[in-house]
């Protein structure tokens, strides 16, 4: 890379007016558009092949002064690497894709900035949300700001659905502590969950077999059982409740002491 030389704009070897950084105090020293050194150099063995970004030089038809090239040419609209409709269970995900080499991608959540990342060697940027966003839809979108500070365009929206809430499962029957002489008793529960998928049930810690709301116990022996009802949803999240109760069938048994037959 090189410097490009002064050009006749400049006095005894000294440019005029101060160049515009894109943000001098945060350290950016990128040409911004309309500094007085864009296309203000020469374009001879000075000027070098490229800039200190990797630029080609004389963008727009003559090299600028200094070590940077101002490109006014939006990069290509990133892009994101989930499907629209993506189901995650994770509350702080990670937003990808591919960017032009040297940009600095922006993640929006609804519009609204979340935050940034830089594009690696390959043009891949990996943004995590630092804090955990809320349950439900997110419409996400990306643009990417070139060294110059030059944006694309926001990309097409892509929803994002949050769902790190597990299940929740109301077993209301058996009643927990019920003492009966049903010994096929009705399974009966409910389920709050907005990506429903598989309900298992449990007798006594046994295998776990499918199960629905309103279906019945196979004929269970007399004593304790506990009945355990278990939710997964479309991620694997799972949620549970159980319910202990008794079984008494036998009848009891009366005997006569007198009057004696």
């Given at each position: 890379?090189?410097?490009?030389?002064?050009?006749?704009?400049?006095?005894?070897?000294?440019?005029?007016?101060?160049?515009?950084?894109?943000?001098?105090?945060?350290?950016?020293?990128?040409?911004?558009?309309?500094?007085?050194?864009?296309?203000?150099?020469?374009?001879?063995?000075?000027?070098?092949?490229?800039?200190?970004?990797?630029?080609?030089?004389?963008?727009?038809?003559?090299?600028?002064?200094?070590?940077?090239?101002?490109?006014?040419?939006?990069?290509?609209?990133?892009?994101?690497?989930?499907?629209?409709?993506?189901?995650?269970?994770?509350?702080?995900?990670?937003?990808?894709?591919?960017?032009?080499?040297?940009?600095?991608v922006t993640v929006f959540d609804g519009g609204v900035a979340a935050g940034t990342a830089v594009t690696d060697l390959f043009g891949n940027y990996s943004f995590p949300f630092p804090s955990a966003i809320g349950g439900g839809t997110h419409s996400i979108t990306v643009a990417a700001v070139n060294p110059s500070g030059?944006?694309?365009?926001?990309?097409?929206?892509?929803?994002?659905?949050?769902?790190?809430?597990?299940?929740?499962?109301?077993?209301?029957?058996?009643?927990?502590?019920?003492?009966?002489?049903?010994?096929?008793?009705?399974?009966?529960?409910?389920?709050?969950?907005?990506?429903?998928?598989?309900?298992?049930?449990?007798?006594?810690?046994?295998?776990?077999?499918?199960?629905?709301?309103?279906?019945?116990?196979?004929?269970?022996?007399?004593?304790?059982?506990?009945?355990?009802?278990?939710?997964?949803?479309?991620?694997?999240?799972?949620?549970?409740?159980?319910?202990?109760?008794?079984?008494?069938?036998?009848?009891?048994?009366?005997?006569?002491?007198?009057?004696?037959?």
């Amino acid at each position: 890379t090189g410097t490009a030389s002064i050009s006749s704009s400049a006095v005894n070897n000294n440019q005029t007016t101060a160049p515009a950084f894109v943000d001098a105090l945060a350290g950016d020293f990128h040409q911004a558009l309309g500094s007085a050194t864009v296309d203000a150099g020469a374009t001879d063995g000075n000027s070098g092949a490229s800039d200190v970004d990797g630029d080609a030089r004389s963008i727009g038809g003559t090299a600028d002064i200094g070590g940077d090239e101002y490109n006014p040419t939006a990069p290509p609209v990133p892009s994101i690497s989930f499907s629209d409709g993506q189901l995650t269970n994770d509350a702080t995900p990670f937003i990808g894709g591919i960017a032009a080499l040297n940009t600095t991608v922006t993640v929006f959540d609804g519009g609204v900035a979340a935050g940034t990342a830089v594009t690696d060697l390959f043009g891949n940027y990996s943004f995590p949300f630092p804090s955990a966003i809320g349950g439900g839809t997110h419409s996400i979108t990306v643009a990417a700001v070139n060294p110059s500070g030059v944006s694309s365009a926001q990309s097409a929206a892509k929803g994002l659905i949050v769902d790190a809430t597990a299940p929740v499962v109301d077993l209301t029957s058996p009643v927990n502590g019920l003492l009966s002489n049903d010994n096929t008793p009705a399974i009966v529960f409910g389920v709050t969950e907005p990506n429903p998928d598989t309900t298992m049930c449990s007798l006594d810690g046994g295998d776990s077999f499918a199960c629905s709301s309103g279906d019945v116990l196979p004929p269970v022996s007399d004593g304790t059982h506990t009945l355990a009802v278990t939710h997964f949803d479309t991620l694997g999240t799972s949620g549970s409740d159980s319910a202990t109760f008794h079984v008494d069938t036998t009848p009891p048994a009366v005997s006569i002491s007198s009057p004696q037959a």
